[in-house]
Structures are given as structure tokens and as C-alpha cells.
């Protein structure tokens, strides 16, 4: 079954403002992109939808990024529709609805795992 796709304005309702997290998942942090061992996936964090449009073949690499900022930093606008996001499947915790971003990066000799904290007011359309 494939994710659910979510736009902007589904990505903020589907999980909890920024925050410490509960004790489920207070340990996972990552305010901004971390490169992880792994994907992080149940029972820590449910994987609820994904922000890649099933309508879209080939999803831009282009990125945005309010002046100071970048692809790293840990105030990075979310915008769904450009690179990293619209190919991130979105996570967030069964108790406390913290949301997370998951990327994996397949460079030409290595598999990176990324995971990203999702704050709710860096979203934008």
C-alpha cells in the first residue's frame, strides 16, 4: 500500500508543534538534517504519508532556502515542493504526534540515512 500523500497544509495538521518530545521519543534529535545508521521506524516513530507527489515523475532537485540558511541548518524552511522534502516520507511518534522527516541520499558510492525534527512553523507552501 502505498503512503499517503500529504501537501503543506495536511503536513501541519498531521503532527504536534516543535518540541521536547515525550519520553517515547525525546531521545531522537535532529533539529536539523542528521545522518542516521539506519531509518528510524516502528515501534519509535509511524511512518504517516510521505511528501512525494504521486502526480510528479521526476521530482525537482532545486532547493529554497531563506537568506542565511541552508540545506543543513536548523531553521531550513520545509517547503514539500522542493528538494529534500519532496522525496521525504513523514514520521511522527504514537504518543506525543512529534513529526519527523526521513530522506535516504544515494550517492554514487555510498547510502546516507537522514532524518530531520519537523517544527510545524518552518512549513511553507
Not at 531522537?28 to 516513530?45: D, K, N, Q, T
Request: net charge negative.
Amino acid at each position: 500500500m502505498a503512503a499517503e500523500f500529504l501537501d503543506s497544509t495536511a503536513l501541519r495538521a498531521a503532527v504536534a508543534p516543535a518540541g521536547p518530545g515525550c519520553p517515547h521519543c525525546a531521545a531522537l534529535r535532529a533539529p536539523g538534517w542528521e545522518s542516521v545508521a539506519a531509518p528510524v521506524g516502528e515501534p519509535l516513530l509511524a511512518c504517516i504519508g510521505t511528501l512525494r507527489d504521486p502526480a510528479v515523475d521526476e521530482p525537482t532537485v532545486l532547493e529554497r532556502h531563506a537568506p542565511g540558511t541552508g540545506y543543513w541548518h536548523a531553521r531550513a524552511r520545509v517547503v514539500p515542493t522542493h528538494f529534500p522534502y519532496n522525496r521525504c516520507t513523514v514520521w511522527r511518534c504514537p504518543q506525543c504526534r512529534r513529526g519527523f522527516l526521513q530522506y535516504t541520499e544515494a550517492g554514487g558510492y555510498y547510502v546516507d540515512h537522514r532524518l530531520r525534527e519537523l517544527d510545524p512553523t518552518l512549513i511553507e507552501d
